[in-house]
């Protein structure tokens, strides 16, 4: 029996055990659509923008492990996914996007909603296919998934002129994938394997840096395993938070620009660096040429262009994550090991008073709101069983700082790319991967409306996300760089009219609620948490805070600064005055 083009994409999605389509219709894939209007087993989420559509299937993937599906119109409903896909793509996020596009015979004529998206997204996706011929459809859908899914995954663009969806052929669907020039390695070299527990052995100071491809490997139980056999001390990037227990007695939090005084000063005083499923970036090391002066270092990572490409690598490691450190824990346990809890006993001291010196905290407020204070309770409240997204600046920082961070993919935020507008979308993601699960969006009061359209797509599926807006009338981040680095020269930074969230968020039906001093902030968490429906909280927060610990950029990972210092140098100021 022969089907339509669009027929063959749903059957293929459903092939694929896709539930959930998010998207916005548009002319040429109305066709496609309308075969979705009567399909019982795939739900399409209607979202008020493109890239809320990109960012919410990001956010179910990063949640559920599963591939986000997206679906949209041509031209500028294409070109409106690009920074979602961009966001993606720097994270490594297995995301499968569906584009609509004018029929063949008129692509490259200029005609009404074109665009060549495929060109415009060739630097930021892992693969695209434009379709000419129906009869590669079901092949194409295929291996879409199979290439964002495998090997280090990403988003992958499928775009589909109007006549392949309209054409009908008979539905083949290929059981393998074979691409010839595509070819993960997934096993590593058992002996560079072996050369990394030669390293291992004679570290004295060894520490593990966990990333993000630890999550995506789902490897959280191989590196906790390595991490206590070994007696070796674990930092996470920000893109690896959670894939170490937060709370763990061998976790010394998140390293870089914004990572603790002790997770930084081990990376500068360890002899051995086990970096995992990491990519050295700019905001990890700080200036490359002072990172980890007296290591040597391992590197496993399935993507061999990400090894060696901003640091010096003592020990390359190829594969995946999990299977890499199965073969290195079964080759440890094997082998004539000492107790390795003595050994590094020196080590986990010094680790221990270098954190005493400058633990991660913060000035009370009184009854002035504190940032750190809200996250803390978020924490506190929820027992770390939450689900966080972030928005991107101050308020993904505090949230990576203040909140413990136990299991994996419990901790959705835009590493690579920073994008603003991120984390509600992703929220909603999160919710509908995990409908049982308490999903909160910790976001700031510039970055919230860049995709607060979005509250419709919440209220009307029923998704009962929370949002804690740490709200300063600024754009922080930015702010904080003012005032440090350009003598407090605030250009276009203050947002002098922000609205009324409260107000706003019941105009969507949603509910607001609102802190204005400290002792509000623990009722409007716990009144939020009980409310079965979409929330959004307003806290008002001392606009003058700041990130600290900070690495400024082009400083090394000694060269941090403290509140206390700017608080000692306010103090000059006034004595001089």
């Not at 409260?502 to 009980?530: D, H, I, N, W």
């Amino acid at each position: 029996m022969k089907m339509t083009g669009s027929e063959i994409i749903i059957e293929c999605l459903k092939r694929e055990g896709v539930k959930h389509v998010f998207g916005y219709p548009g002319g040429v894939v109305l066709n496609l659509f309308d075969t979705l209007y009567d399909d019982k087993d795939i739900k399409v989420i209607l979202t008020r923008h493109e890239q809320g559509a990109v960012h919410a299937a990001d956010g179910y993937a990063r949640a559920s492990g599963k591939p986000g599906v997206v679906l949209v119109t041509s031209g500028p409903g294409a070109t409106n996914t690009v920074t979602g896909i961009a966001t993606a793509y720097m994270d490594s996020i297995p995301l499968v996007v569906m584009t609509g596009q004018v029929p063949t015979a008129m692509i490259g004529n200029d005609a009404f909603q074109e665009a060549d998206i495929v060109g415009i997204t060739r630097s930021c996706v892992k693969y695209n296919f434009l379709v000419k011929d129906i009869n590669d459809l079901a092949r194409i859908m295929r291996e879409a998934f199979f290439i964002a899914t495998s090997g280090r995954p990403g988003p992958v663009l499928i775009d589909l002129p109007k006549d392949v969806t309209v054409n009908k052929t008979e539905f083949e669907w290929p059981e393998k994938v074979f691409i010839r020039s595509y070819n993960p390695t997934y096993e590593g070299n058992r002996w560079m394997i072996e050369k990394a527990i030669t390293e291992i052995g004679r570290a004295k100071k060894p520490l593990i840096v966990a990333g993000g491809g630890c999550i995506t490997a789902d490897a959280s139980k191989e590196l906790r395993e390595l991490a206590e056999a070994a007696s070796i001390p674990v930092t996470t990037t920000l893109m690896g938070l959670g894939a170490f227990p937060g709370s763990h007695r061998l976790c010394i939090g998140m390293l870089g620009m914004h990572g603790t005084y002790v997770a930084n000063r081990a990376v500068q005083n360890a002899d051995l660096l086990i970096a995992i499923g990491m990519r050295f970036d700019d905001r990890v090391t700080g200036k490359i040429e002072g990172f980890a002066p007296n290591a040597r270092i391992i590197h496993i990572d399935i993507d061999p262009t990400s090894i060696r490409k901003n640091v010096r690598v003592d020990v390359p490691v190829v594969g995946d994550v999990k299977r890499v450190l199965q073969q290195l824990n079964k080759m440890f346990r094997e082998s004539a090991q000492e107790q390795w809890d003595e050994v590094r006993k020196s080590w986990l001291r010094q680790l221990d008073e270098w954190n005493a010196e400058h633990p991660m905290g913060y000035t009370p407020g009184g009854d002035v709101i504190k940032p750190q204070y809200v996250v803390e309770k978020i924490y506190e409240l929820t027992k770390g069983d939450a689900i966080i997204s972030t928005e991107v600046g101050q308020n993904q920082m505090w949230a990576a700082q203040f909140y413990k961070y136990d299991k994996p993919r419990h901790w959705l935020s835009s590493g690579g790319l920073g994008t603003m507008g991120y984390g509600f979308p992703a929220a909603l993601g999160a919710q509908l991967a995990h409908p049982e699960k308490l999903v909160i969006d910790i976001a700031g009061d510039g970055s919230i409306q860049m995709n607060i359209q979005e509250l419709a797509t919440a209220v009307i599926n029923k998704l009962p996300v929370k949002v804690a807006i740490l709200n300063n009338r600024f754009l922080g981040m930015v702010r904080q760089w003012q005032e440090l680095f350009f003598n407090e020269r605030y250009s276009s930074s203050n947002l002098d009219v922000v609205p009324d969230f409260v107000l706003l968020a019941q105009a969507y039906g949603a509910v607001g609620l609102r802190a204005t001093k400290t002792s509000e902030v623990e009722p409007v968490l716990k009144e939020a948490f009980r409310t079965k429906k979409v929330v959004m909280m307003d806290f008002v927060i001392d606009w003058r805070e700041k990130v600290y610990p900070m690495v400024p950029a082009g400083a090394t990972l000694d060269h941090m600064l403290f509140e206390e210092k700017e608080k000692k140098a306010e103090k000059r100021l006034k004595a001089v005055k």
